[in-house]
């Protein structure tokens, strides 16, 4: 019996509300920019990445784990507050910033108020102090109002002595693509454009090849960051009393990853470590959304989790399973448009709201990406295979439908199989119904007036830093505003 009995125990363990850990644990969060989940324990071969294999090894790896918005501020704004970005009108990228600002509607609390209500000290920093301004939050990026005194301080350290904290630690990860010159990292250890094996939809080119290398080096930085915040939590010796979860805000920077649905946007790493309360190596296939970790997080805090939250929690009685997760794309900085995704457990179903505009709408962020310029310049030069043309086309499918099982690259649209029928209509009913039941904000166009206060903004701001992009970028305006009064 006594083997029964151990199987028995851990299963209950993994899904097991705390006991160990104490009523009011320490709670870390973990976020990284713009990766997706090219760690060896996700099975990353061109790289190892010990310290979050060992993470993970010590808790549960999501392998099914996706954004809420494959961009950073809609993302974030759903992770602090546990709901849709779509739902609380946060959906805009970089919204909310020029002279009309945004709010949280009443009944939303985000997480850092609900946790400093029970009593814990709330910080938020990032994974290297800036010795000028050692008192700076770490990056917030929200698309609403928030209070001055959201955060307590940038250091959990500086809380009271037996107080409870919720740290946040903002790591740069894939925007730190030029860190392969870094002493931190040995010159043994670092990738090679030679090593790197591209996904299909992308030109197999020296320039693509490069900067590959150079992400797959900021994983490596990763890492290393991450290992000393896990030694820092020891140091101290907290660690058997933290939570600490691992995550990303979307997935890699690149022409199908952020901003886009398909899984190099969406799909990220998740990691939780519990001790005492999620069994260690324990591997879970279930869909989960990143704003399931704000539910969870009050879960294991004891606090009561709102009622109109969207996010779940993920362990113990409260847990409820999804049977897929929806994504949702609207504006990204000057570029107006609206795409939905639904991510069942074989299926994608991708809605283009504006399937007579490119897949890459000019865009000065991305547009001025050494990769985004090649494949630009290859595509003029007819170097590009029907499967990676797609990027440059002038227009797109209004619905992208694909059997991940058998097509894990997203490169056969189903949408017009016939045998596929019943399931893309399944599909599209369910994102349907996700419009109505979450009241989607995207349904409604943005405001003129908010989208001119906010470019007022994005232009200010970059007229100080790169005013080399202000003509590119009024163009682009300009563009946007023409597509949108043709119908577009």
Same mark, same amino acid.
Request: charged residues 25%; contains cysteine; negative net charge.
């Given at each position: 019996?006594?083997?029964?009995?151990?199987?028995?125990?851990?299963?209950?363990?993994?899904?097991?509300?705390?006991?160990?850990?104490?009523?009011?644990?320490?709670?870390?969060?973990?976020?990284?920019?713009?990766?997706?989940?090219?760690?060896?324990?996700?099975?990353?071969?061109?790289?190892?990445?010990?310290?979050?294999?060992?993470?993970?090894?010590?808790?549960?790896?999501?392998?099914?784990?996706?954004?809420?918005?494959?961009?950073?501020?809609?993302?974030?704004?759903?992770?602090?507050?546990?709901?849709?970005?779509?739902?609380?009108?946060?959906?805009?990228?970089?919204?909310?910033?020029?002279?009309?600002?945004?709010?949280?509607?009443?009944?939303?609390?985000?997480?850092?108020?609900?946790?400093?209500?029970?009593?814990?000290?709330?910080?938020?920093?990032?994974?290297?102090?800036?010795?000028?301004?050692?008192?700076?939050?770490?990056?917030?990026?929200?698309?609403?109002?928030?209070?001055?005194?959201?955060?307590?301080?940038?250091?959990?350290?500086?809380?009271?002595?037996?107080?409870?904290?919720?740290?946040?630690?903002?790591?740069?990860?894939?925007?730190?693509?030029a860190v392969r010159s870094n002493e931190l990292l040995?010159?043994?250890?670092?990738?090679?454009?030679?090593?790197?094996?591209?996904?299909?939809?992308?030109?197999?080119?020296?320039?693509?090849?490069?900067?590959?290398?150079?992400?797959?080096?900021?994983?490596?930085?990763?890492d290393h960051e991450v290992g000393k915040i896990l030694?820092?939590?020891?140091?101290?010796?907290?660690?058997?009393?933290?939570?600490?979860?691992?995550?990303?805000?979307?997935?890699?920077?690149?022409?199908r990853g952020k901003q886009f649905m398909y899984e @190099? &946007?969406?799909?990220?790493? #998740?990691?939780? /470590?519990?001790?005492?309360?999620?069994? +260690?190596?324990?591997?879970?296939? $279930? *869909?989960?959304?990143?704003?399931?970790?704000?539910?969870?997080?009050?879960?294991?805090?004891?606090?009561?989790?709102?009622?109109?939250?969207?996010?779940?929690?993920?362990?113990?009685?409260?847990?409820?399973?999804?049977?897929?997760?929806?994504?949702?794309?609207?504006?990204?900085?000057?570029?107006?448009?609206?795409?939905?995704?639904?991510?069942?457990?074989?299926?994608?179903?991708?809605?283009?709201?504006?399937?007579?505009?490119?897949?890459?709408?000019?865009?000065?962020?991305?547009?001025?990406?050494?990769?985004?310029?090649?494949?630009?310049?290859?595509?003029? @030069? &007819?170097?590009?295979?029907? #499967?990676?043309? /797609?990027?440059?086309?002038?227009?797109? +499918?209004?619905?992208?439908?694909? $059997? *991940?099982?058998?097509?894990?690259?997203?490169?056969?649209?189903?949408?017009?199989?016939?045998?596929?029928?019943?399931?893309?209509?399944?599909?599209?009913?369910?994102?349907?119904?996700?419009?109505?039941?979450?009241?989607?904000?995207?349904?409604?166009?943005?405001?003129?007036?908010?989208?001119?206060?906010?470019?007022?903004?994005?232009?200010?701001?970059?007229?100080?830093?790169?005013?080399?992009?202000?003509?590119?970028?009024?163009?682009?305006?300009?563009?946007?505003?023409?597509?949108?009064?043709?119908?577009?």
């Amino acid at each position: 019996m006594k083997p029964l009995l151990h199987i028995l125990t851990a299963l209950l363990l993994g899904n097991a509300p705390l006991f160990a850990l104490s009523d009011q644990p320490n709670i870390v969060w973990i976020v990284v920019e713009d990766m997706s989940d090219h760690f060896s324990c996700y099975g990353e071969t061109t790289i190892q990445t010990p310290n979050v294999d060992k993470l993970a090894s010590e808790g549960a790896l999501f392998e099914n784990a996706f954004v809420t918005c494959p961009v950073c501020s809609p993302s974030r704004s759903a992770m602090i507050t546990g709901m849709y970005q779509t739902t609380i009108g946060a959906h805009q990228h970089r919204s909310g910033r020029g002279e009309i600002r945004i709010h949280l509607p009443e009944h939303i609390s985000t997480i850092p108020d609900l946790l400093k209500d029970a009593g814990y000290y709330v910080t938020n920093s990032g994974a290297k102090v800036n010795p000028k301004k050692p008192d700076a939050i770490g990056k917030t990026d929200y698309n609403f109002e928030t209070a001055d005194d959201l955060y307590d301080g940038n250091d959990w350290t500086q809380r009271e002595e037996g107080q409870p904290f919720f740290a946040q630690y903002q790591l740069a990860g894939g925007k730190n693509r030029a860190v392969r010159s870094n002493e931190l990292l040995p010159a043994d250890q670092l990738p090679t454009a030679d090593q790197v094996k591209l996904p299909p939809y992308y030109p197999d080119d020296a320039v693509l090849r490069e900067d590959w290398a150079d992400y797959l080096a900021s994983v490596l930085l990763v890492d290393h960051e991450v290992g000393k915040i896990l030694a820092k939590l020891e140091a101290e010796n907290v660690a058997d009393n933290t939570v600490v979860v691992f995550l990303t805000d979307h997935g890699i920077s690149h022409a199908r990853g952020k901003q886009f649905m398909y899984e @190099e &946007g969406i799909k990220v790493p #998740l990691i939780i /470590r519990a001790p005492g309360a999620v069994e +260690p190596g324990t591997r879970r296939t $279930d *869909l989960v959304a990143h704003i399931d970790l704000s539910a969870t997080s009050l879960d294991f805090a004891g606090v009561e989790i709102p009622e109109s939250m969207e996010g779940r929690p993920l362990f113990g009685d409260n847990a409820n399973p999804r049977d897929f997760v929806v994504s949702a794309r609207d504006r990204c900085d000057e570029t107006m448009d609206r795409i939905r995704s639904v991510r069942t457990a074989k299926y994608k179903y991708i809605r283009n709201f504006h399937p007579e505009r490119p897949h890459l709408q000019p865009n000065a962020y991305k547009d001025n990406k050494p990769i985004i310029a090649r494949i630009r310049e290859l595509g003029a @030069e &007819g170097k590009l295979n029907e #499967l990676q043309s /797609r990027l440059v086309a002038e227009t797109r +499918p209004m619905e992208e439908f694909y $059997d *991940l099982e058998a097509d894990p690259w997203e490169t056969n649209n189903l949408a017009k199989d016939p045998k596929l029928r019943g399931e893309l209509r399944k599909h599209r009913l369910l994102l349907e119904n996700w419009i109505v039941e979450t009241q989607d904000a995207g349904q409604t166009p943005e405001d003129p007036k908010a989208y001119n206060s906010d470019m007022a903004e994005y232009l200010k701001g970059l007229k100080a830093r790169r005013p080399e992009r202000l003509a590119e970028i009024r163009k682009n305006i300009r563009q946007q505003k023409q597509w949108l009064a043709e119908g577009k």
